[in-house]
């Protein structure tokens, strides 16, 4: 009974300091136009305001006509090289490309035969954790949320590193192809714990082969059986190479950016990243995704009435559907307009698995989907430039029909975007020198102090609030 009491108070002391919160943080919308200024650091025209260059990752979605923006089809492209070559060049030779891919984003050039042996030697080096660390660590108090055991894990590396702090690039390097060598057995040994300790599943710890790709390690670890085909790796290995790198603007990567800029370590920059990336707006929309659908699936009588699936669309969009956060997941793209090459990529590999998997009634619903989208939100939001399918819109369908579990969907997109920060942190590193301070300007009227004696309700809450 007294547990209940203090509980209620609590509620009841929380609920008003949230208010107070909620109230003290709002700010007047039109104060943003007045002062010029530059929400989500985006310009009056919806781009990135410009903030740093790099030589890494090129996100191509316009070209400017006498000084028109004109959209044009989405192209990416690592260190000079379009990923549709990229991509078409490992297939044709039949071998995985994730291992090149970041050898080139770290490298900035393709390596040769002897090259890329050499590096996956190295990274098979790396590959092993410290003694003891999945038993100390990941398995100790797992956490459902798989990118949080990344992260605590991550931070938990930097104990075992004799030089953790030394950011000479040499070092940084060392440390960076070790968080890329072992994130798939942080990942799926968080999984493995997670799905054990909360779900009564067996306990399976797998360690890591050299000789394996990463795509194949991450599936033979997964597995109880350590079981997989060449197909289901090299589909889960195009999706590592598509998922790898994106420019510095994109959240996760900026984020590198300005963590690195203070000087501080590896093991702090990727954890931040990690957190970043999370995100349901960003890298985490991939699990949003596949639940989203799965409420479509719940929801919708006729699969293939348009009317029924754009007027649920509109529900989600009113937030009166789905998660009530307004957001269609998997549509929509800072910069991206017109498509975004990797769900162009992805949703050829998902038709063609569809149709053998006997999918073709859900992937016509994606593609619906896919299709209604864009129309609905154009229809309720002011656009600066179209919305299409984004890389995490068809990539859930892909792990799904891996067999990969929803809490791998995004760990999976850390596993391989790790590369990109790594990429991004030496850049950083190796051209600035400035730390990233960007300003915000206080709108908030200058008061004059009030003794505690005189403080009462009314006054310190018209004063305060
Ligand atoms: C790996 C990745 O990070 S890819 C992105 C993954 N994220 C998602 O799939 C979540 C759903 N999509 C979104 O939330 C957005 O499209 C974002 C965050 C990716 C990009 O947002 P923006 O840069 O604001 O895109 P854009 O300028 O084209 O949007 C214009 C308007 O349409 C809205 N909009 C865009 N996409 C969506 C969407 N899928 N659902 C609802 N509204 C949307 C935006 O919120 C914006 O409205 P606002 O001006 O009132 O804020
Ligand atoms: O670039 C962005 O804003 C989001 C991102 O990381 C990606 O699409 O891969």
Redesign the pocket.
């Known amino acids: 009974m007294g547990d209940y009491i203090l509980e209620q108070s609590e509620e009841k002391t929380l609920r008003e300091f949230s208010r107070m919160a909620e109230k003290s943080s709002s700010i007047n919308p039109e104060l943003y136009s007045k002062y010029q200024v530059k929400r ?1 650091l985006r310009d009056l025209d ?1 781009r990135g305001v410009l903030v740093g260059l790099t030589e890494i990752g090129e996100v191509h979605s316009y070209i400017l006509d006498e000084g028109e923006i004109v959209p044009v089809p989405g192209r990416l492209i690592y260190r000079g090289y379009d990923i549709a070559d990229l991509v078409k060049g490992f297939k044709e030779d039949n071998r995985y490309g994730f291992e090149e891919t970041t050898y080139l984003l770290l490298f900035g050039q393709l390596p040769d035969q002897q090259a890329l042996e050499n590096f996956q030697q190295l990274l098979a080096q790396y590959q092993r954790l410290p003694e003891d660390f999945a038993r100390d660590v990941i398995l100790k108090a797992p956490s459902r949320d798989i990118m949080n055991t990344i992260a605590r894990s991550v931070l938990a590396l930097y104990s075992f590193d004799d030089n953790p702090d030394d950011t000479t690039i040499s070092n940084v390097l060392k440390q960076c192809l070790g968080l890329i060598a072992c994130f798939p057995s942080l990942a799926v040994y968080g999984y493995q714990a997670y799905s054990h300790y909360h779900d009564n599943q067996s306990l399976y710890i797998h360690s890591p082969r050299t000789k394996l790709s990463t795509a194949e390690n991450i599936l033979s670890m997964l597995r109880p059986d350590s079981n997989y085909t060449k197909l289901e790796a090299k589909l889960l290995d195009l999706a590592l190479v598509l998922h790898a790198e ?1 420019g510095g603007g ?2 996760s990567s900026f984020v590198t950016h300005v963590v690195t800029s203070t000087g501080t370590d590896t093991y702090s920059a990727m954890s931040a990243a990690i957190g970043a990336l999370k995100g ?4 985490g ?1 991939n699990i949003k995704v596949v639940q989203m659908f799965e409420d479509i699936k719940d929801k919708l009588k006729d699969w293939q009435d348009d009317e029924e699936i754009e007027r649920y669309l509109t529900q989600i ?1 009113t937030k009166e559907a789905f998660d009530r956060s ?9 910069v991206y307009s017109i498509s975004d090459p990797r769900a162009v990529i992805l949703k050829e590999y998902v038709a063609q698995l569809a149709r053998e998997k006997g999918l073709e009634d859900e992937f016509n619903l994606y593609a619906a989907v896919e299709r209604l ?1 864009p129309q609905v ?1 154009s229809k309720s ?5 179209g ?1 299409s399918a ?3 819109f068809y990539s859930g369908f892909v792990y799904r029909m891996l067999n990969i579990p929803i809490e791998m969907f995004t760990p999976i997109f850390a596993i391989s975007r790790i590369v990109g920060w790594s990429a991004h942190r030496i850049e950083e590193i190796v051209n600035s020198g400035k730390i990233i301070r960007p300003a915000y300007k206080s709108v908030a009227p200058r008061r004059n102090y009030i003794r505690m004696f005189e403080r009462t309700e009314e006054k310190t809450y018209e004063k305060n609030v």
Not at 326 to 334: E, F, M, N, S, V
């Open positions: 989500g919806g994106h994109n959240n349901p707006r960003h890298g929309a969009l307004g957001l269609i997941y998997g549509i929509g793209h800072a989208a939100i939001n002011k656009m600066y430039k919305v984004n890389v995490d």
